[in-house]
């Protein structure tokens, strides 16, 4: 009960003033590709994304190592990121989202390690 009510007064704080929320890197192993970090946002009305392998595998369907890839509308890159895996080192991806707020997540790289 207590944690509700500390994450109720943080979103409403949160409606009252507009400002910046930090990324949040996490680290996913993905099969056939190997270790990701992605940049969460750390907004309290915007839950964690986490990349799912099964998003990967429904965009090898259509997305083929060399492609462009252009996401309008990003948000944090929780579709651009899986879709620029499918495409490669030789592809590249771009990623346009309006919002400063979350084109300043947005741009934060992901790695391959």
């Known amino acids: 009960m207590i944690k509700y009510l500390k994450d109720s007064f943080k979103r409403k704080i ?22 990701v970090e992605f940049a969460n946002w750390s907004n309290p009305f915007q839950s964690p994304i986490p990349l799912d392998e099964n998003m990967i595998e429904f965009f090898n369907q259509f997305i083929k190592p060399g492609d462009l890839i252009i996401d309008i509308g990003a948000h944090i890159g929780d ?26 997540i947005l741009k934060k790289k992901y790695f391959f390690k």
């Open 14 to 35: 949160a409606r009252r003033f507009t400002k910046e929320y930090p990324s949040i890197i996490s680290t996913y192993n993905i099969k056939n590709i190997g270790e």
């Open 79 to 104: 579709t651009t990121v899986p879709m620029s895996l499918c495409s490669g080192a030789q592809g590249l991806a771009i990623g346009f989202d309006p919002n400063p707020y979350v084109f300043k």
